[in-house]
């Protein structure tokens, strides 16, 4: 999808740019404030504050190919070119769902679309420690604070790992360097276990 051109009609297997652009305003959006400057009531009003469409109510039968594509960089790609409009990713990234079989969806009531999914459908750019809990900030501006329904896990090889946290729907978001860094010294400055604490949970940040 490029920037400036319409997106596909419905009937061609993606949502038109009116309805994303209508599924965006009944989605009211400020971008929080910096993380470090927040406190833990301040973000957790952030997170009651985001809006999202109630898609675990949606069961639609028809299904169809998005030709959409979520790099593994958290780019959005539409027939290979990148969607560059904020407020556009967004709201089609209000309507994910991971499937039981693994598989990734946009879910509006009347249709379901798949999407390629690289690695993550998020990426925390972000995260700092709030009165003892752990608050992400990601590439949507959403924040998520780390806990029994927002899981930390970690992935791959033990001297490198790959670090996730669950968003929702079974999406997750795999923290960058910058973030993964500051993850690492918060645990650090616990102990020399590799875990770190939040909504009343541990998380160790090696691989299982």
């Not at 996730?164 to 997750?172: A, F, N, T």
């Amino acid at each position: 999808m490029k920037a400036s051109g319409p997106l596909p009609a419905r009937g061609d297997g993606v949502l038109s740019e009116r309805e994303c652009s209508a599924i965006a305003r009944t989605v009211p959006y400020t971008p929080p404030p910096e993380l470090a400057g927040m406190s833990l009531a301040q973000i957790a009003q952030a997170v009651a504050d985001r809006k999202l469409p109630p898609v675990e109510e949606w069961s639609p039968e028809a299904a169809d190919d998005s030709h959409m594509r979520i790099a593994a960089d958290g780019t959005w790609y539409h027939d290979g070119s990148p969607i560059k409009r904020p407020a556009m990713v967004r709201a089609f990234a209000g309507l994910l769902n991971r499937e039981e079989d693994g598989g990734y969806w946009l879910v509006v009531p009347y249709q379901k679309l798949s999407i390629e999914v690289e690695d993550a459908c998020f990426i925390a750019t972000d995260v700092s420690q709030a009165e003892g809990d752990l608050a992400f900030r990601l590439n949507t501006d959403e924040l998520v604070v780390a806990g029994p329904d927002n899981r930390i896990r970690a992935s791959g090889d033990p001297d490198s790992p790959a670090l996730y946290l669950h968003v929702r729907r079974g999406c997750e978001a795999r923290l960058n360097r910058s973030t993964y860094e500051q993850l690492a010294r918060i645990a650090l400055e616990r102990g020399d276990d590799w875990t770190v604490t939040s909504g009343g949970e541990t998380f160790s940040l090696r691989p299982a």
